[in-house]
C-alpha cells in the first residue's frame, strides 16, 4: 500500500519539489497550502490540496488525519519554534509516525547564528516529541539566484555578499528527491543529512555560469551586509527577519558554506546536480 505524505508548504520551493518527487514514486501526496488558489499545478499533478493554518492544532490535525509522514517547513522566523510544536502536536494527534523537517547546514555550531537558533530549537521540539523524526539540513538553495533574474535581464548584473567565499549551493529537486527518500523507507529515523551541491562555487564562476544562460556577459556587485538587511527590509521583509537572514549570509561570506556533504549522493545513489546543470535547466528565466 502506498504511504500517504502531508506537505507543508507545498507551493514553496523545497514543498513543491517534494510534491513532484513523492507523486513520481507512486506516493499519495496531501499539499498543504495557505492560499490553495496557487496550488493548481499541484492539484493537476495528483495531489489533494488542502488549506492550513499552521498555528491551529485542530485545523491541522483534520489535515493531516490518515498520512503517515510530514514533511515540515515552517517560515522562519522567530515563530519557528511555537509554529513547529503546534505542527508537532497536530501530527501527533493525527496520527502521523515520522516528521522530515528541512533545517539549514550548521544550525549546532558554536557560536550560532539567529536563523540556526530559530532552526535549532525547532528540532529540540521535534526530538522531544516522541515522534520519529529525520532532519534534512540544507544549504543555500541555486533556486535563489531567481530572484536575481530581472537584474540580469535588465541590467546584466546580479547583486551578492558572499564576496570570494565558495558555496556549496544546493539544487531544490535533489532536497524533494531526498526527502521523498527519506518519507518512503523506514531506514532514516532519528538521523540528520546534511545536504549540499557536489561542489562549491564563488562569484566568479557563478557571474559566468549565468552569464552563459543568460547569452550575454554578467557580473557580480558586492554589497554588504547591512545593505542586504536593508535592502530585504524594503522589499517588505520584517525587519527582525531581514536582520537574521543578512547575518546568516554574512557568516556564509566567511566560507563556512563551501563544505561539501556526501548525503545527497548516499540518499539517491547519484551525484546531487550541479550549478552548471542548474543554470541550463534554468536558462530561459535570465534571457
Request: charged share 20%.
Amino acid at each position: 500500500m502506498s504511504k500517504t505524505i502531508f506537505v507543508s508548504g507545498a507551493t514553496g520551493t523545497t514543498g513543491g519539489a517534494t510534491v513532484r518527487a513523492l507523486l513520481a514514486m507512486g506516493a499519495n501526496v496531501v499539499a498543504g497550502v495557505r492560499s490553495p488558489e496557487k496550488a493548481g499545478a499541484l492539484e493537476a499533478l495528483g495531489a489533494t490540496v488542502r488549506p492550513v493554518d499552521l498555528a491551529d492544532v485542530g485545523a491541522m490535525t483534520g489535515a493531516m488525519r490518515g498520512a503517515d509522514g510530514l514533511y515540515l517547513v515552517t517560515p522562519v522566523s522567530e515563530q519557528t519554534e511555537a509554529l513547529t510544536k503546534a505542527m508537532v502536536a497536530a501530527a501527533k494527534a493525527a496520527g502521523v509516525s515520522h516528521v522530515v523537517k528541512l533545517s539549514g547546514l550548521d544550525v549546532d555550531k558554536a557560536p550560532g547564528f539567529t536563523l540556526g537558533r530559530w532552526h535549532l530549537a525547532a528540532e529540540q521540539a521535534i526530538r522531544a516529541s516522541g515522534l520519529r523524526w529525520t532532519f534534512l539540513r540544507a544549504n543555500a538553495f541555486m533556486q535563489n539566484f531567481l530572484g536575481n533574474a530581472d537584474t540580469i535581464k535588465a541590467q546584466r548584473v546580479y547583486y551578492s555578499p558572499f564576496g570570494s567565499a565558495s558555496v556549496s549551493f544546493v539544487d531544490a529537486r535533489d532536497i524533494g528527491e531526498a526527502a521523498t527518500t527519506v518519507l518512503l523507507s523506514d531506514d532514516h529515523t532519528d538521523r540528520i543529512h546534511n545536504l549540499t551541491g557536489p561542489r562549491s562555487v564563488a562569484n566568479d564562476e557563478v557571474a559566468s555560469l549565468l552569464g552563459a544562460a543568460a547569452g550575454k556577459p554578467v557580473t557580480c556587485v558586492d554589497v554588504t551586509v547591512d545593505q542586504l538587511r536593508q535592502a530585504l527590509a524594503g522589499h517588505g521583509m520584517r525587519e527582525v527577519v531581514a536582520a537574521a537572514t543578512a547575518e546568516l549570509l554574512g557568516q556564509m561570506a566567511t566560507g563556512t558554506a563551501a563544505y561539501v556533504s556526501s548525503d545527497v549522493e548516499a540518499l539517491l545513489g547519484r551525484a546531487p546536480r550541479d550549478f552548471a546543470q542548474w543554470t541550463r535547466d534554468n536558462a530561459h528565466a535570465f534571457r
